[in-house]
T-cell receptor
Framework: EDQVTQSPEALRLQEGESSSLNCSYT??????LFWYRQDPGKGPEFLFT???AGEEKEKERLKATLTKKESFLHITAPKPEDSATYLC??????????FGPGTRLSVLP | KAGVTQTPRYLIKTRGQQVTLSCSPI?????VSWYQQTPGQGLQFLFE???????NKGNFPGRFSGRQFSNSRSEMNVSTLELGDSALYLC??????????????FGPGTRLTVL
């Protein structure tokens, strides 16, 4: 069975304090790994898709990387507006998305 | 390009009633997936429709059903509501075909409260 875990469950950072979020997965035949950001009471907002080990994608202060067993979302010099829940999801061939439980990020000014 | 829209945004129902939620996908997207999100269970997959056919189904009771119309708009129905059905129901659309087209884009959700 496909599984996705995320750590830490919650993370509190000071503004400017860089850190990384982890997404570990077990899936047969990875078709894609997806990162989303979700603000309270809203739908998830798409950030990145990664397809193969070694791939990296960047957007503003965020950088996502992928290995064969896990993905990292690196946040460089975060700002309070980066506070949100970050979700990762995996998709295997012919299968629906499987989401992790998310990491709640709080960035304090 | 307009995003995914969901109506209504908020609903309050009582136990035993039924409810219908609606989702309009991004123009050109033919796949619509539905998810239930609760604080305890996270995002749980309900079902996916593609070209008016249910393609995948999650582990939910038969009280949860859906359909898709020829214009790709989708509805989901929950019959005989239970207190545990209170959740944020999210719809996501995609244009499956491999690569970036598999990316799912989410709507704002419908917040259902069952009293």
């Amino acid at each position: 069975e496909d599984q996705v875990t995320q750590s830490p469950e919650a993370l509190r950072l000071q503004e400017g304090e860089s850190s990384s979020l982890n997404c570990s997965y077990t899936v047969s035949g990875l078709r894609g790994l997806f990162w989303y950001r979700q603000d309270p009471g809203k739908g998830p907002e798409f950030l990145f898709t990664l397809y193969s080990a070694g791939e990296e994608k960047e957007k503003e202060r965020l950088k996502a990387t992928l290995t064969k067993k896990e993905s990292f979302l690196h946040i460089t010099a975060p700002k309070p507006e980066d506070s949100a829940t970050y979700l990762c999801a995996v998709q295997a061939e012919g299968q629906n998305f499987v989401f992790g439980p998310g990491t709640r990020l709080s960035v304090l000014p | 390009k307009a995003g995914v829209t969901q109506t209504p945004r908020y609903l309050i129902k009582t136990r035993g009633q039924q409810v219908t939620l609606s989702c309009s996908p991004i123009s050109g997207h033919r796949s619509v997936s539905w998810y239930q999100q609760t604080p305890g269970q996270g995002l749980q997959f309900l079902f996916e429709y593609f070209s008016e056919t249910q393609r995948n189904k999650g582990n939910f009771p038969g009280r949860f059903s859906g359909r898709q119309f020829s214009n790709s708009r989708s509805e989901m129905n929950v019959s005989t509501l239970e207190l545990g059905d209170s959740a944020l129901y999210l719809c996501a659309s995609s244009r499956p075909g491999g690569g970036a087209t598999d990316t799912q884009y989410f709507g704002p959700g419908t917040r259902l409260t069952v009293l």
